[in-house]
């Protein structure tokens, strides 16, 4: 290969294992392995019809706003500009406030897809069971308001 050639694109199986061990040393609030809630939130993106762009920033959509890798990494990663596009969107800031990050979501292509999977997992009762009544009100309110910014009915869960 050349310098002029493009390099290869990580595959999903790549990205997947990436994401992993970024997150490997994570839990979730409930204490989970954080590798259950990116494998969920890509599920879910699949399920919806996401495309591989999709799946991908699935796995990767909270990889730099957790610190488990850099901006500066996924903007030499060997990732489509698209999933760049989409991690980075569903990526809060720092103070941020939420109309200004839905509305980020909102202007990306295809990250709505990717923040919809994300939410009906962190959302779902089972999950926000495991948690204390504080902060589980809080989360709750917090997703509801973040459905609505972003004109989603929230996920229906048995």
Known sequence: MTDNEPRPLLTLTEVEALAREAHAAQTDKAGRPYAEHLRAVA???????????????????????????????LR??????????????????????????????????????????????????????????ETRTRLTEKYRNMHELLGLQPPKHP
Do not use: C, F
């Open 76 to 133: 030499g990663a060997a990732l489509s500009a698209r999933t760049k596009a989409m991690v980075l969107a569903v990526t809060k800031r720092p103070a941020e406030p939420p109309q200004t990050y839905a509305t980020r979501i909102l202007t990306t292509p295809g990250a709505l897809l990717v923040k919809q999977a994300d939410l009906a997992h962190n959302a779902n009762p089972e999950r926000l069971s495991a948690l204390d009544e």
């Open 43 to 73: 599920e879910g993106v699949r399920a919806r019809g996401g495309d591989e762009d999709q799946i991908a920033a699935a796995w990767l959509h909270d990889s730099v706003e957790d610190d488990a890798l850099s901006e500066d990494w």
